[in-house]
Structures are given as C-alpha cells and as structure tokens.
C-alpha cells in the first residue's frame, strides 16, 4: 500500500513538473517580448536579454501603434488593426451562420445529394491553401472583387466552409432526436427549427466556432496580402512591413511592441472564452 502511494506521488510530481517546464518553454519568448518592449535601445544594447528593464518606457509601445514606418507610410500598425476588425467581423459571422446552416441541414434534414455535397465539402478542408490562391485571383479579378474587402471576406468565408460544416454537423448530431421529431409534430419547419430551437442550443459550439475563426483570420498573412489589396492590408501585414522597413538601426522594441499587439486581439479571446471553449469541445464538437 505504501509502495503503491509513493508510485502515486512521484508519478503526480512527474507531470507537474513537465506541466511547468511545457508552461515555461512557451512563456519564455513572451517574456522576452514584453520586457524588450519596454526597454530603451541603449539597454538592450548590453546583451541582457533576460533581465527586466531597469526603467520602463512605453515609447516603443507609442510608436509602434501610430509611428513606425510601414514601407513609404509612417503610421504604425494602427491603420491594420482597423482593418483587420473591418475584415475579421464579416468574416467570422458569415462563415459561422452558414456553416452552422449547412451542419443543421446535412445533420436531420439530409436533402437529396447531402451526402455527396458533405463529402466535397471535406475535401475542401484538405486542400492546401496555396493551392487554391491562383485560381481565386483568377476567379474574383473575372467578377471584379479582386484587391477589396468582398475579396478577402470571400476567400475567408470560402476556406472557412469545410470546417465549420463538419463541426457544427458532428455537434447537431449528437443532440437528441426526439427534441426535433417533437418540433417537427407541433408544425415547426426547417427555418423555425434552426431559429428557435437549434441556435439557442448551440451557444457552446457558437464561441467554439468563433474563437477559431477570429484566430485563423486575425493571424492570416498570406491571404490578406494577396486578396485585401493595398487600402485593406490587415495587421500581419502591416507587421511585416514595420519588421522589414528598415533605414538605420533595427529597433528591437518596437519590433516586439508591434508582434504584441498584432497578437493581443487573439490571446484577448481565449483569455476571456477559454473555458466556454472547453466547454464546446466537451460538449461534441470535435467528435
């Protein structure tokens, strides 16, 4: 018995301690962040690279929203950060809605060939993406919503399709039948279904869904470069340029002041919705 709680105790003290050290490896760079970020170019200049700064100044942070150089412009990455939010809002609600649609139709309603057209769906979500950014130039130049908002939005709410079908299908489904066969009886059809009953359930798989999309579209790069166009450049964008323009001396705390508040919208969300997150993933949404 003492053999078997001494096992027991070391065993605990083993994932503790790669718990701390997994948690320490992948806090370390942010503390390197954010105290750079806070230092003046002289300090960093002596080497120490972990010490904390012997005097905060929040310079860096003040330039690197309204003042460093984004190629020709000298604004700061606050002109991105506006964008970013004009193309992440259509971008996350759209997908959301119709992905939640498409899961509620191909989940208890299966119209004839739902079958076929949830399976294209999933080969959509295994197609890489650099493989579908020409013929989307080629498409949205056609139309005329190449280098716009609509583009952007397009292309995120066309890459977005595949997976927030599969979840919010795989969350439908495992909902009780008998709640929409009793819908059904008292003469409820498809949109009043979804409307009334099927949204108000979904609120844990909702903050799922949307905690992934804010994320995948607040830290896309290579589609905002490519389809935003230059009036709608989202934050990341606007990221590399401070990063790569550079005239003199490269200035180590702005750099990381920009990466944080590129990143801080993102980490802001799971922050504040993480359990709710946990609470979807619990609840079925990637079964």
Known sequence: MAKRKSTALWARVGVYAFLLFAAAFFLLPLYVMLTTSFKSMEEIRLGQIFALPSSITFDAWRAAW????????????????????????PSVVLPILL??????????????????LFGILM????????????????????IGIYSSLPGIVVVHLVFAMPIMTLL????????PAELFKAARVDGGGFWRIFVQLVLPMST????????????????????????????????????NNVI??????RLYNLNMAATILTSAVPLL????????F??????????
Do not use: H
């Not at 790569?244 to 001396?249: D, M, Y």
């Open 204 to 239: 844990p798989m909702l903050i799922v869904a949307a905690i992934m999309q804010i994320t995948g579209v607040w830290n896309d790069y290579i589609l905002g470069l490519t389809f935003a166009g230059r009036e709608n450049q989202p934050m990341t964008v606007q990221l």
């Open 99 to 116: 992905g939640a649609l498409n899961g509620y139709a191909l989940s208890w309603w299966k119209p004839k060939g739902s079958q076929w």
């Open 66 to 89: 309204s003042e460093a150089c984004t190629g020709v412009s000298c604004e700061g990455v606050r002109g991105g950060f506006w964008n970013s939010v004009t193309i992440a809002v």
């Open 123 to 142: 080969m959509g979500a295994f197609i890489p993406i650099q493989v579908m950014i020409y013929p989307l130039v080629k498409l949205e130049a056609a």
């Open 278 to 287: 946990v609470r979807g993933i619990a609840a079925g949404a990637v079964k």
């Open 244 to 249: 790569n323009t550079t005239t003199g001396e």
């Open 168 to 175: 919010f299908r795989n969350y439908y489904a495992s909902l």
């Open 269 to 276: 969300v799971y922050l504040i919705s993480g359990r709710w």
